[in-house]
């Protein structure tokens, strides 16, 4: 693991030998890995693979059927510790609610329901708009910002909470050159400032931007490490098989799935 020049700090997250299911199925087996401060690990397989569903597990929204998850040594991880960004599309458009009140979301689980935000909140939520390049849009109407926009929004709201883990499930999904840039830029920043990022994604260009190791997965775990050691076309191969994979620079090639 030398290559991902991994620190002597514990890991953030620490996932042993875990297998997670929905009611009796088991979805995902056998997953062993860990991610320290300022490391970023980017979760590759295809659909129904069990990206999301370890995300999922990491966050205890469904059951751990075998193994230990831990999240900075504790679990279930500590109030506040974990920030989540979902796949695009979670909130209607429509709900007359602006970028900033969106971000102020993540501020509750320290907050509490019953108090007002205060100075120390506010700050938060303009540190996380600035820190995702969009602290000019903050009044505006979430409904009314584009894809890439709301997306990188809800990235503020999940880092408004200060967390010492980030999860992101398909951040790139949809986005233009200028959104990617600037997610890609924000993720930098967040490892820099020592958060640990797992993040699902088919995006080879973010997993060679921001990503330091690689986890495949079908089902059960298919290999983890460095990126470059981990990352060859026999591995992911292997991930895909049953679908058949090309794969170039960017992007993991998936027939019927249109590049992601």
Known sequence: MSQMQRTDRPAVLDVTDASFAYGQAVALE?????VRP????????PNGSGKSTLLKGVLELIPRVAGTVTVLGDSPAPAGAVGYVPQAGELDPQF???????????????????????????EAVRAALKAVGLAHRARTRFGEL?????????????IASGPRLLLLDEPFNGLDQKNRDALIHTLQRLKADG?????????????????????????????????DEVLTLANVQQAFSEVGVEMDEH????PGHGGH
Do not use: K
């Open 96 to 122: 007359p609610v602006s970028l900033e009140q969106v971000v102020m979301m993540g501020r509750y689980r320290t907050l509490g329901w019953l108090r007002l935000p205060g100075r120390r909140d506010r």
């Open 195 to 227: 958060v640990a990022v797992l993040v699902s994604t088919h995006d080879l260009e973010l997993a060679r931007a921001v990503c330091d190791g690689i986890l495949l997965l079908n089902g059960s775990q298919v290999a983890f490490g460095p990126r």
């Open 30 to 34: 056998h997953i062993t890995f860990d």
């Open 38 to 45: 300022g490391e970023a690990v980017a979760l590759i397989g």
């Open 146 to 158: 584009s894809g890439g926009q709301q997306q990188r929004g809800l990235l503020a709201r999940a």
């Open 251 to 254: 992007t993991v090639v998936v």
